[in-house]
């Protein structure tokens, strides 16, 4: 059964901080993984997205890494600011020609504080 | 090109009505999912739709349905609601080229049982 786990489930930070987020699956066979950030009340909306080839992709204070091999992804968020206070989210995709089904995690509600 | 588009915004109604939520896709995707996001739960699959067939089911009473239609928008019904439906509704269009699978979600619709 394909699996996507995150942890923490919540996380509460000091603005100007670093943290990291994680995400486990067991979906085979892999094709991508993205990652959301989900602010209150609204839609997710995409943050990066990591091919099976693809090690760290970073968009600005975001950096996103994945082990293919441990089938484990991490979000770096570098310099918190209150706006990154948000629900992220990852999300699975595998490969199987046609049709796929995504998996989601549960997500990791993040507070910044100042 | 428009995004995912989820009508209505907000809603409220009472114990034991119905309602029915609309989710456009973006132009070309022919998979829709509904997800369920509640403070404490995260986002929970209700179902899935690909090309006007259910093809997943989450684990929801059958108070829950949708349907797809053949120009891939799809509604969501849900009947006889409850206080713990209240929630934010989340729907989710993706389209499959080659190895890539992406989702892209909606704003949602908060639904508010009273």
């Known amino acids: 059964k394909n699996q996507v786990e995150q942890s923490p489930q919540s996380l509460i930070i000091l603005e100007g901080k670093n943290c990291t987020l994680q995400?486990?699956?067991?979906?085979?066979?892999?094709?991508?993984l993205r990652w959301y950030k989900q602010d209150t009340g609204r839609g997710p909306v995409s943050l990066t997205i990591?091919?099976?080839?693809?090690n760290t992709k970073s968009n600005g204070r975001y950096t996103a890494t994945l082990d293919a091999d441990t089938k484990q992804s991490s979000l770096h968020i570098t310099a918190s600011q209150l706006s990154d206070s948000a629900s992220y989210i990852c999300?699975?995709?595998?490969?199987?020609?046609?049709?796929?089904?995504?998996?989601f995690g549960t997500g990791t509600k993040l507070q910044v504080i100042p | 090109k428009a995004g995912v588009t989820q009508t209505p915004r907000y809603l409220i109604k009472t114990r034991g009505q119905q309602v029915t939520l609309s989710c456009s896709p973006i132009?070309?995707?022919?998979?829709v999912s509904w997800y369920q996001q509640t403070p404490g739960q995260g986002l929970q699959f209700l179902f899935e739709?690909?090309?006007?067939?259910?093809?997943n089911k989450g684990n929801f009473p059958g108070r829950f349905s949708g349907r797809q239609f053949s120009n891939s928008r799809s509604e969501m019904n849900v009947s006889t609601l409850e206080l713990g439906d209240s929630a934010l509704y989340l729907c989710?269009?993706?389209?499959?080229?080659?190895?890539?699978?992406?989702?892209?979600f909606g704003q949602g619709t908060r639904l508010t049982v009273v």
């Open positions: 739709y690909f090309s006007e067939t259910q093809r």
């Open positions: 989710a269009s993706s389209w499959t080229r080659g190895r890539v699978t992406e989702a892209f």
């Open positions: 995400c486990n699956y067991t979906v085979s066979p892999f094709s991508n």
């Open positions: 132009s070309g995707h022919r998979s």
């Open positions: 990591m091919t099976f080839s693809e």
């Open positions: 999300v699975v995709s595998p490969y199987s020609g046609g049709y796929q089904k995504v998996t």
